[in-house]
């Protein structure tokens, strides 16, 4: 691959890590990852906006930071479907293993967005281990149900958050924190 495309690629990865606030080791590592991805051509035939998002958002992964493909993909305007594809690739042939975020993460991730008291979020994440240690949240999405622990925490400490606020923040509708936070109750 020419030297221009790497630069492009590693521009795009260092402006996505701009756009979203990205911490200093998750920006190392997705470079690191689109080189090796450029280098072993396991991205060949993938345009730069592909290979930036996915190193993007493999190394988010990586390092347990809540982001969604859809995200990086709508900053760098990459296509979800070559993105996917290009995903599956990187993992496979790098032997790269990620895991899923949990609660805790989306919950760190949410509060400091909705500018939310330390008392609140220690209650919070009390109830996501609860929720955890009785079998609750198997099966559920960890974002909703870092929301819905926020909510129901702030309605507990009577400072109640808009259900709207956290909603829009943690990018799921408001029914589903509603409903999840009546069963946390």
Do not use: Q, W
Request: hydrophobic share 45%.
């Amino acid at each position: 691959m020419s030297e221009l495309y790497v630069r492009r690629v590693l521009d795009l990865v260092d402006g996505v890590s701009r756009e979203f606030n990205l911490p200093p080791l998750v920006i190392l590592e997705a470079r690191d990852i689109a080189k090796k991805a450029i280098i072993e051509e396991v991205a060949f035939g993938f345009r730069p906006e592909d290979v930036a998002a996915v190193s993007v958002y493999v190394a988010c992964r990586r390092h347990r930071v809540p982001l969604l493909l859809r995200e990086v993909i709508s900053v760098v305007k990459s296509e979800r479907r070559r993105a996917l594809s290009l995903y599956k690739r990187v993992l496979s042939y790098l032997g790269i293993s990620v895991g899923v975020p949990k609660p805790e993460d989306h919950l760190y991730h949410i509060a400091p967005k909705l500018n939310v008291e330390r008392d609140i979020i220690e209650h919070a994440v009390r109830l996501l281990s609860e929720a955890n240690k009785t079998g609750f949240s198997v099966g559920k999405n960890p974002r909703v149900l870092a929301a819905a622990a926020l909510y129901t925490a702030s309605i507990l400490a009577n400072k109640p958050i808009p259900v709207k606020n956290i909603a829009n923040v943690s990018r799921v509708t408001t029914v589903a924190v509603k409903l999840l936070s009546k069963r946390l109750l």
